[in-house]
């Protein structure tokens, strides 16, 4: 196709006007931004100033402004305006300095206890192209990872993958290409599928999905634990596969928790409507949820549940929520995120852990909350976590 | 030493400033923003006065317009959207228009896509913000300072629990307030 100039000035002056269809912002705007990722030649710091003055003087006098130049002119009214200002922000970072250094203080009688440091997760992971190639996905280097069969596989400056298919490439035949993404222990990451569902995922779980999704379904393998944000399309309903279920909607918010050490998969709906089937025992049992609801299949059919969802998908968001959660799944998660190995000593039997704490916290900071709730002890030496009375 | 503090103050303080006639602070304004947007506005056109003359043009209209304007969200939101405007008009102009039309008739065969118009606005956003690392120390320094600053409105609001929202207009309250204050004392001398 070739695009006349006539076609492009009109599209450019509809853009003005706010007329686009969403289909020409979406390649106008695109293509904005893959011009905006050009080099730009290097300028020395002499020409950079030069070129700052020089449109800062252009400016200031068409602005009429009284000075041509911007250092800070000497008034005393100015300056009693400022120890206004100084004042007022004295006042106010004062009172987030305070809460900030009490809660440091508390921190750091914790982290005397021990000298071993032990970080939190970040975002990390590796992608495992279909020919197998493998790329490691860090906060580093953004732009294109890979270019295969025609898509490109682009990483956003915010980390997240995005697949870019071109129009030209047969869509037919790549849905049997799977890509995967998997999380170490203590790594988690974001994606955005072909179809624009977005997807978070947890540490220590794989996602397994085609480069392009078929006519008439969108199916992706989850190991782990993952947030799906679903892009609506009503004729392709989308389904996430584990190894004991499948779930499937058309366009909604939901949190799967499928680690194959917890005893079931855990489904949280957020929003929409989603079908679980189970596939193991019970044969095809089945359950629809609503928003608000979580499920998990417990020895022959489905146990559904009232819960608070903001619980299920606080991982996502940064925290750990423990809701009167059992001992050792609580200790699995925080496990997996600071990528620990645990040792019980001793009986422990049943215990419930309730609190909530920053997965960005140090490890202290989160064990002190188990601590609180269990009258347990916990011990971090090296990468072991150990716990007992 | 409080007279040069405007490098610290945060965006919204230096625009409330600039209303009451603050010319000072409009220009710590431009020395937060002009670099990165010259580098964006460069980038694209490849022609260093037409990218000069549209950072001049957006100050001018930021200036002359800081009383209507309504910043929906921050000041930086409305120059990355701005200039990104102002660059597809000057794109518009014949001339000028033919220098694309390769480059975008390859990419709309090659089709595209983030689908998602906020994530295609967030990403504009960071692109723009990553051409500070093309700035110097010092010029660079300038907008770091500024983000650092805007950022304990973000850290405070969350020790607090309170929305930044609030953290704003508690301080601006406080400015207005000692502001008066000093009014007052400043009759007496």
């Not at chain 2, 405007?85 to 480059?103: G, T």
Request: one cysteine or more; aromatic letters at 8%.
């Amino acid at each position: 196709m070739n695009m006349e100039e006539s076609t492009f000035k009109e599209l450019l002056q509809k853009y003005q006007d706010g007329k686009c269809t969403p289909e020409e912002l979406n390649i106008l705007e695109n293509w904005y931004l893959a011009e905006a990722r050009k080099p730009i030649p290097e300028y020395s710091e002499t020409q950079l100033a030069e070129v700052k003055t020089a449109v800062w003087e252009a400016f200031s006098e068409k602005a009429g402004f009284e000075s041509q130049n911007h250092i800070p002119e000497s008034k005393t009214v100015k300056l009693f305006r400022n120890l206004g200002i100084a004042a007022a922000l004295v006042v106010a970072l004062g009172i987030g300095f305070y809460f900030y250094s009490a809660q440091n203080t508390k921190n750091n009688q914790l982290v005397n206890q021990h000298t071993t440091p032990v970080v939190p997760g970040s975002n990390r992971a590796l992608l495992t192209l279909a020919d197998g190639t493998t790329v490691a996905l860090d906060d580093s280097k953004n732009g294109e990872l890979a270019q295969k069969s025609g898509i490109q596989i682009v990483k956003l400056a915010d980390g997240q993958l995005l697949y870019r298919i071109s129009k030209s490439t047969q869509k037919t035949g790549l849905e049997h290409l799977s890509n995967t993404v998997q999380t170490p222990n203590g790594g988690q990451y974001q994606l955005i599928l072909e179809d624009g569902t977005k997807v978070w995922l947890n540490a220590a779980s794989s996602l397994r999905y085609p480069m392009a999704f078929s006519n008439h379904d969108r199916v992706v393998e989850l190991q782990g634990e993952a947030y799906f944000e679903v892009a609506k399309d009503k004729k392709r309903r989308f389904v996430v596969k584990t190894i004991q279920q499948e779930v499937a909607v058309l366009g909604t918010h939901f949190n799967i928790n499928a680690y194959p050490e917890e005893s079931s998969v855990k489904t949280t709906l957020l929003e929409g409507s989603v079908r679980i089937v189970q596939k193991t025992k019970g044969t095809g049992a089945t359950v629809l949820l609503k928003p608000g609801q979580a499920a998990q299949f417990n020895v022959d059919r489905f146990d559904v549940k009232e819960v608070d969802t903001e619980e299920a998908v606080a991982w996502k968001n940064g925290y750990f929520v423990f809701d009167n959660e059992d001992l050792k799944t609580a200790v699995r998660k925080v496990a997996r995120w600071y990528n620990l190995e645990v040792v019980y000593t001793g009986q422990i039997g049943a215990v419930e852990i309730g609190g909530s704490v920053s997965r960005f916290d140090n490890i202290d900071q989160v064990l002190q909350v188990l601590r609180l709730t269990t009258r347990l002890n916990f011990k971090v030496e090296g990468r072991r976590l150990t716990i007992s009375h | 030493m409080l007279m040069d503090n405007y490098t610290e103050l945060p965006d919204l303080v230096l625009i409330q400033l600039t209303k009451e006639g603050d010319q000072l602070a409009f220009s710590h304004i431009y020395e937060r923003y002009w670099g990165m947007l010259f580098i964006h506005a460069r980038k694209i056109l490849g022609s260093e006065d037409e990218a000069k003359d549209i950072v001049q043009n957006l100050f001018f209209s930021l200036y002359t317009n800081i009383s209507h304007i309504d910043f929906k969200t921050t000041l930086s939101s409305y120059l990355y959207r701005s200039v990104k405007n102002m660059v597809l008009d000057h794109i518009k102009h014949q001339k000028i228009v033919d220098r694309y039309l390769e480059s975008f008739s390859n990419f709309s065969d090659h089709g595209a896509l983030i689908t998602d118009q906020e994530i295609r606005r967030k990403e504009l956003e960071k692109i723009i913000e990553q051409g500070i690392d093309e700035l110097p120390g010092k010029m660079k320094e300038v907008f770091v300072l500024s983000r650092r600053e805007n950022m304990s409105h973000k850290e405070i609001a969350e020790k607090l629990g309170i929305t930044q929202h609030t953290i704003k207009s508690q301080i601006s309250n406080a400015i207005r307030i000692l502001r008066n204050k000093i009014g007052a004392c400043l009759m007496l001398f």
